[in-house]
């Protein structure tokens, strides 16, 4: 199992930019792909990013394509998100996510992650 903690979340104005940290325990989290996800009031936790597990491979989702940037640094454990060009639709809990799973199919569905974190919140104001 994987303990993951995130931070970085707040409140932003439209168009700014936040960098989200997921900080990962375990010896073996550097072997896992890792993604976000994020979950609006009422609506189902939907995903944001994927980064494997070397790094070398990411995959996003439209809705944040070209605006987010999802990256890892392995020696510290953490996995980042850098979000700009922020909108008030990104207004959300964001989560990390590891995949024990997979080694090398990036997956985009909450139920293919094994360990959550607890969430932040992002909130962008118009």
């Known amino acids: 199992q994987v303990q993951l903690v995130e931070s970085g979340g707040g409140l932003v104005q439209a168009g700014g930019s936040l960098r989200l940290s997921c900080a990962a325990s375990?010896?073996?989290?550097?072997?896992?792909?890792m993604g976000w996800f994020r979950q609006a009031p009422g609506k189902e936790r939907e995903f944001v990013a994927v980064?494997?597990?070397?790094?070398?491979?990411?995959y996003y989702a439209d809705s944040v394509k070209g605006r987010f940037t999802i990256s890892r640094d392995n020696a510290k454990n953490t996995v980042y998100l850098q979000m700009n060009s922020l909108k008030p639709e990104d207004t959300a809990v964001y989560y990390c996510?590891?995949?024990?799973?997979?080694?090398?199919?990036?997956?985009?569905?909450?139920?293919?992650?094994?360990?959550w974190g607890q969430g932040t919140q992002v909130t962008v104001s118009s």
């Open positions: 996510a590891a995949d024990r799973a997979s080694a090398w199919l990036l997956r985009h569905r909450p139920n293919e992650y094994d360990d």
């Open positions: 375990g010896r073996t989290s550097s072997t896992y792909n």
């Open positions: 980064i494997s597990w070397s790094g070398g491979h990411t």
